[in-house]
């Protein structure tokens, strides 16, 4: 079965955006086992929308298609679809009743140019947009599945989630069924990854993927079977062997991230968390305060980013930062127990570095970071030295901090310092 | 003449990563006034390789492809381009040196699948690669230019500025020679924006393009003339007109953020700066410390997400804030002046609102927020109401502050307060 995903727009054409609704689509076909075998963008030009959809129509069972649904001039995508396959175009009553509804909830009127919206070729199933005022639509034609989706993302992937992989699973039903999983990791790379998990999955109805999302990598395991029931056994039984093995090197799962990880923790156990931050500048308290609801555990943080602030805000002593100098084990250590005293919190995380591009010396290079970790029973701190750049090295420091109290709160060890200094292969020579 | 894009790989067919070199190479062709026809992705699989170059040399001028030039098995796209077109591989011994050169800089030895790095079609012209092992290649067949690059977005971006593009620009050197500028601005949206400039650029030969990057409006004049003089002179022309239109709506061009344009401000000045954060939650000071060399004027903020921090850290009286609220005129102004004394700084701005999506109520809405900004003759703040989500209130909200800095130190007034309130019509109804 040939899946093809085909995106339509003249700000593709001139680079305006980056077009992220490919990768969307391919990855959530990849839950239905269809992997993706051409992926085409046009501007758009009637003609080349046209031709588009003809050449799919002799290739490809399933084609996917996104943009060109809006109320104006260039939004043509349905009006072609019709006539590149000899059909007329039919009014939907119901949409248009919806993109009116839709407009009374924002207290407005309709344009006269989005009725254009309610149109479709004879023969289409409409799909609901519950989200936006563009329906998409499915459309048989020969032997291809044509299904017209809006390009705005939010509304793109409810769609896809909703309507389009339903149907499509329905329809290819007798392919057997398929589960997958994303498995979120810290502090290891990916090949060590792969190598610790290289007799796991060792059944052919199982597959690893992995993918790089710095600082993270991620483990996905798809797993199939004849039916949903056998398919999610399967899933479980690779994931719990996955987790045996990587232990709290998995931080979590699916969309969570490690800073909604860690909120979620400190509600569980009840605990408060303030951070003092110098090189990440203010990047952990953002991360801790951009969860909703952060506020039941969050309460602030101070941003020592000249050595005179970490005296006045944080009472650390001048001696101490004139004899160990600003980025050392003992100032990291003093900011966090500062700060957790001043914001009256059972934890409190620290960081303090050289991001870079200057600063760095011999004895302290570029890439040395302190984070440190304090709490009633006193503090501690640990030390890394990488080899990436300033937005690099800061949102890894960040990432320790947080994976380091998460870590706390599970009762585990925090990894290993110089862990992750190893540096890597240069970047050169893969073609991709 | 019609350009198009190719870029192979079976990561992209998975949607392991959004491929972002298509809007890349496409916007570094508009500067020779070359607009994308078709952009196109297919897997490692050399029939469809084989099938997209056929295709493309039937229909374009200028093809650009990009990935499969590594040394793995997977990597075949050279191969298949000498395959496509019936052209025997030859050995090119400068890149063989070349390649075995990198990998002796980093103190390790070629490994004997690098060699297939060095075989191009017969026929065709080397394109070094000064920063990977994989060189590129130019192959001229029949009609169409085909350029072979990396995918590796550094390497790609090299080579196609320095190899590509000149060669480009000499071969089609009859088409004149295009200058194009970003405009960046703040405040205004983008169909106010396109009134105001309705009567620039009438002159057929200047363009203006406009493009929404949240929660900023760009504008791309584009200008083309006989030679590079005539149209640097066009494009100076209708920048000069935009910027006496926009004014200080204007805050940067290129590349410059807004934080990095608030920057060069202070430094210029010779003026210290620290935050007051509650809504958006160590936001602000991360964007001022992300500049590298920030702590020329960067001393530091305080996060007082937790009523109590404002007492506690920045000395806010408990009675202003259970008379007012948070999120008041009275308390913003309170942290604004508080924190500009205890950093000992020239300048001090602070935050408070409800970014949601729990936590308003009638009078005080989800998306108020209250910006305050303290210097040595005292403190002013201003409200305004945001139709946003919790990301974006919390990113607007960031820029407001750092617009406002920017137009003090310009000494422009602050954006009109409320200005950016109204509602922009719903998310839903374009296609695209």
Same mark, same amino acid.
């Given at each position: 079965v040939n899946a093809e995903i085909l995106t339509i727009g003249d700000e593709l054409m001139r680079g305006?955006? *980056?077009?992220s609704n490919k990768a969307r689509l391919a990855e959530r076909l990849l839950s239905l086992d269809l992997e993706t075998r051409f992926q085409t963008s046009v501007g758009d030009d009637p003609e080349d929308i046209a031709d588009a959809f003809r050449r799919a129509a002799g290739r490809s069972r399933v084609v996917l298609v996104s943009g060109?649904? =809006?109320?104006?001039?260039?939004?043509i995508t349905v009006e072609v679809l019709a006539r590149s396959f000899g059909r007329e175009l039919v009014l939907h009553e119901p949409s248009l009743e919806g993109i009116r509804a839709f407009f009374a909830r924002f207290g407005r009127t309709m344009a006269?140019?989005?009725?254009?919206?309610a149109w479709f070729p004879e023969g289409a199933e409409v799909l609901p947009n519950p989200v936006g005022t563009a329906p998409g639509c499915m459309l048989e034609q020969g032997e291809s599945l044509f299904f017209c989706m809006p390009g705005v993302p939010r509304e793109l992937e409810l769609m896809m989630d909703e309507q389009v992989l339903p149907r499509l699973g329905a329809r290819l039903g007798r392919r057997g069924v398929v589960r997958a999983m994303l498995l979120r990791t810290f502090g290891v790379g990916e090949s060590t990854l792969d190598e610790m998990l290289?007799? *796991? +999955?060792?059944? =052919?109805d199982v597959v690893l993927g992995f993918r790089t999302a710095f600082p993270d990598n991620y483990v996905r395991p798809v797993a199939r079977g004849a039916s949903a029931e056998e398919a999610e056994a399967k899933l479980a039984r690779v994931c719990q062997a996955i987790r045996e093995r990587l232990g709290p090197i998995i931080?979590?799962?699916?969309?969570?991230?490690l800073e909604e990880v860690v909120g979620r923790l400190l509600r569980e156990h009840g605990l408060s968390v303030a951070v003092a931050e110098s090189c990440t500048g203010g990047l952990l308290a953002e991360r801790i305060s951009? $969860?909703?609801?952060a506020s039941d555990y969050f309460r602030g943080g101070v941003v020592a980013y000249a050595n005179a602030a970490k005296t006045a805000l944080? =009472? $650390?002593p001048e001696a101490l930062l004139r004899e160990h100098? +600003? $980025?050392s084990e003992a100032v990291a250590r003093a900011m966090a127990e500062a700060v957790r005293e001043r914001f009256g919190t059972d934890l409190a995380v620290a960081t303090t570095g050289i991001s870079g591009p200057?600063? =760095?010396?011999?004895?302290?290079? $570029?890439g040395l970071v302190w984070v440190a970790l304090a709490r009633e029973a006193g503090s501690q701190a640990r030390d890394f030295v990488f080899p990436f750049d300033r937005p690099r090295h800061r949102l890894v420091t960040s990432q320790l901090a947080l994976d380091w109290l998460r870590r706390l709160l599970l009762g585990e060890e925090p990894i +290993?310092?110089?862990?992750?200094?190893r540096p890597r292969p240069p970047g050169g020579g893969e073609g991709r």
């Open positions: 305006e955006i *980056v077009d060109g649904l =809006g109320p104006t001039r260039d939004d006269a140019n989005n009725e254009k919206q290289r007799d *796991v +999955a060792k059944d =052919g931080y979590g799962s699916g969309d969570e991230t951009s $969860v909703p609801g944080l =009472g $650390v100098g +600003a $980025v200057g600063g =760095g010396s011999a004895e302290k290079p $570029v +290993a310092p110089r862990y992750l200094e």
